[in-house]
Structure formats: C-alpha cells, structure tokens
C-alpha cells in the first residue's frame, strides 16, 4: 500500500536554527515527492517537488529538500529558519502515473522568535 | 499561483441536516478535483476524486450516499453531507488540478 510518513509530529526552534523534517514515503514504481506549507489560518501551498533529474530540489522561501531513492527519503531543509516559518509542513507522495496525493501526518514547527 | 476558494469557510449545522459546500478555481479550468477530510491534528485524508461530467471515484470507506459529489463544470465541484451528524464534524478541504495541485482554504462543519 502506498504510504508516507513523516518522524516528527512537533518541531520547536528558535530562529536562526537549521530545520529538517523527516519524510519516508513507500510506493511501487516511480513517485513524485511534494512538500506542502500551511501557515495558520491559510490554505496549503506547495514549497517543492521532486519529479526527476537532480535529487536536490530548491523550493520557494530557502526550502530544499533531497531526494534519495536508496533511503526512500524526501528530506525538508532550511538552514535558517524565521520566525514566519512557523507552520504545518506536510510531505506527499504520488504515482508518477497518477493524480492522487498521498499526505504524510504533517509536522508543526513553531520558530521562537 | 492559481487560487481556489471554498463556500462557505464555516459552517454549524443541526444533526440530520444536510450542508453543501462549494469549491470553485477562479482562474483555470480543472477538470479534476478532490476533496479531503482533515481531521484535529492530523493529515489530509483523500475521499474522494471528482472529474468533471462523470461521476466520482470514492476511496474506500468513504459513503457516496453520505458524501455527495458533483462536478457540473470545469470551475466548480460541490461537496454535500447529507443527514449530517456529528461524527461528521470536520475540516473539508477541495483542490483543483491544474499545472499542480492547488488548495482550497478549507470549510470547518460542525454538527451539533
């Protein structure tokens, strides 16, 4: 069955702190990997994908993320995290032949300003 | 990016009622949509996918007779909960296919 999940439901840090978020997915055959930002109050808003080509994937606000297929991982990264990066941060999973995401639980980082 | 908005953002109703929500791309086409149940403190939970003219494809567990689904046009697809209880409370979130998938701000129903 496809899956994904991520290892940490609660992340608190303080700003200027690097931030990395866990993300193991299991799928048959090929995937596509999404990160997803929910900000309190707002809607979901795609930070990355990973489709192909370089597995190092540079996403909006100084996300990245690694793809590394031997691990079945989607790390989420960001060296220096502002206080305006407190979120939900969700990871996704989907069939490179489908449409259907599959979430992970989320993760709710909250940044101490 | 492309913007897709939810009617109504919250909503209470009575248990046995039924309530309709509305998910609609403003500025693009899809011809497919989804909807999602998020519950407290938990991930989005895909019900359902509804493509535009046909009927919808419920993921399993999910009642169609429950969680009524139509999508008449290429900017609209509507969610109804009927006979409504309040196991049924939750946060319902759309998104719309276009170059990516993009999310609705979600209506939290509250059945009381």
């Known amino acids: 069955a496809q899956s994904v999940s991520q290892h940490n439901h609660h992340v608190i840090l303080s700003e200027a702190a690097s931030l990395e978020l866990g993300c193991n997915y299991s799928y048959g055959g090929t995937v596509n990997l999404f990160w997803y930002v929910q900000y309190p109050g707002q809607h979901l808003q795609l930070l990355l994908k990973?489709?192909?080509?370089?597995?190092l994937v540079k996403g909006i606000k100084g996300f990245e993320a690694e793809f590394i297929k031997s691990k079945f991982s989607f790390n989420l990264r960001k060296p220096s995290v502002q206080w305006s990066d407190t979120a939900e941060y969700f990871c996704a999973a989907r069939g490179a032949a489908g449409n259907k995401l599959t979430f992970g639980g989320g993760t709710r980082v909250l940044v101490k300003p | 990016g492309a913007v897709v908005s939810q009617h109504p953002s919250r909503v209470i109703c009575k248990s046995g009622t039924s309530v309709k929500i509305e998910c609609r791309s403003l500025d693009f086409q899809a011809t497919t949509m989804f909807w999602y149940r998020q519950f407290p403190k938990q991930s989005l939970m895909l019900m359902a996918t509804?493509?535009?003219?046909?009927?919808?494809?419920?993921e399993q567990g999910v009642e169609k007779d429950k969680f009524l689904i139509n999508h008449a046009s290429l900017t609209l697809s509507t969610l109804t909960v009927t006979s409504a209880h309040p196991e049924d409370s939750s946060f319902y979130i759309c998104s719309a296919l276009g170059q990516e998938q993009f999310f609705g701000p979600g209506t939290r129903l509250t059945v009381l």
């Open positions: 990973y489709f192909s080509g370089d597995p």
């Open positions: 509804s493509n535009e003219g046909s009927k919808a494809t419920y």
